[in-house]
């Protein structure tokens, strides 16, 4: 097996994990890995073609003959032996994450963990299933869809990982999982957690490959049943309109607006600093990220003197410091995709309360963005309805709660959203009107067996627990 080495010399990846070995890549065409930081070239892979992603299905095909028929005990056991196996290297992990697309450490750390508890979440949620029912003549079992393309985005790929194969095996589905060609190098780091887990072969295969290339065969093969997706809308519309040709079963977990509700009655010297924390979390780069930030307009004076202060924190450096709150964009790309927004707010008349366009100072050689905050901000700008999936926050000053509650679902988005205030009572029922797949009030909070997923464009299904793997099931009903 192909060991990731030390990180000064170029490293190559040229094989893909088919059928429970490591194989050399049909597909020839040679991708580079940048570092984020410096826009070094840290690694070369070979990408892979339709043949690779053919060969890796067949193999999943092959084991979901004797793998969707396993016991829920020997599919409990598989999970636990992928937590222990993801646990034992959390810190390479980490490290790769930082590394590759400069996700800071703060962040990163928590992240992984995360992935390698995911298993034990689904194991969780494999005991909670009713996989047999039955009433007067009639039988209802649970059945695995069949083998699963797993497609995951870049900002968070370990994590999308471990959460959608957890909830694949804990159903006895088989899959092919095609992560972000731009994690390659944490891939590999994790697959060799996976490798070391030694789950009967063809129950995963990884083919690492362009998402026009690998992830559409994916999507047009007729031996997958479901695709799972971590992405862009645009991909998560494709996937679906392409897919309906096999009828595919899809979950897709895509972009999103998050508004952040400050009421009233909230602490605002704790709800500010917190708000800032949801907005800049990954340096920006989180489908969750809480980017517009509604607040009283009688409190916007407070809000803005407690934003100037506390801007402060978030430190722009090195993702690899424990200090740094931002870390760089994961390319040059990402990077002018942020300024241009940025740009484009200037332009609308929104007001730069703190950073701005460019590179802060000091940070001109990689990917680093100035953490933003614009105030003046109307709903309907383009700033406050697109994704930017960079550390920019909108404020948006509301008139009644009523106001509040509009503005946070005048969205074509509603994956996630926050809610500040002292009355418990009062923020659930605002929480109670939210369009959102998961509302936290008072915070930024998580619960592995809560559902994760969007309302409206921001997907279609739901991860986590219990609700991920009943998105890898059907139900077969036996009548008498
Ligand atoms: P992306 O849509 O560009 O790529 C996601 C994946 O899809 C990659 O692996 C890519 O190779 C693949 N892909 C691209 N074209 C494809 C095609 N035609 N067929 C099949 N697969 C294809 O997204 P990204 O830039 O990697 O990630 C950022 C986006 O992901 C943001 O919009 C963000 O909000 C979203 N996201 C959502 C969640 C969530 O849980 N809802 C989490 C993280 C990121």
Known sequence: MEAITARDTLRTITTHYIDGVFVESHGREIMDIIRPTNGQV??????????????????????????????????ASYLRRLHEAVSARIGELTAAMVEEYGGVVQFAGPLVQSGANAFLAAEKGLQELPWTRSWGKTTVTLEPVGVAGLITAWNANALFICLKLASAVAAGCTVVIKPSELSSLQTRVLLECLNA????????????????????????????????????????????RDGAATMKRVTLELGGKSPNILLDDADFNKAVPTALGIAFLNSGQACAAGTRLLV???RLDAVKRIIREAAHAFTVGEP??????????VSQKQYEHVQSYIHKGIEEGAEVLVGGEGHPPGFEAGYFVKPTVFVNVRNDMTIAQEEIFGPVLCVIAYDTEEDAIRIANDTKYGLHAFVSGTDIQRARRVASQILAGRVAINGMLDDPDAPWGG??????????????????????????
Do not use: C, H
Request: glycine share 12%; net charge positive.
């Open 42 to 75: 840290i690694a070369r892979v070979t990408l892979g073609d339709e043949e690779d992603t053919r060969r890796a299905i067949a193999a999943a095909k092959r084991a979901f003959a004797t793998f969707g028929r396993t016991t829920t005990e020997e599919r």
């Open 197 to 240: 887990a030694k789950l009967p072969k063809g129950i995963y295969n990884v083919v690492t490959g362009r998402g026009d290339v690998v992830g559409a065969e994916l999507v047009r093969n007729p031996d997958v049943a479901k695709i799972s997706f971590t992405g862009s809308v645009a991909v998560g519309e494709t996937i679906m």
């Open 296 to 298: 009283p307009k009688s």
């Open 320 to 329: 690899a410091d424990p200090k740094t709150a931002v870390g760089p964009m």
């Open 455 to 480: 309302f409206k464009y921001s997907g279609v299904g739901r991860e986590f627990g219990r609700y991920g793997i009943e998105a890898f099931l059907e139900p077969r009903a036996i009548l008498e």
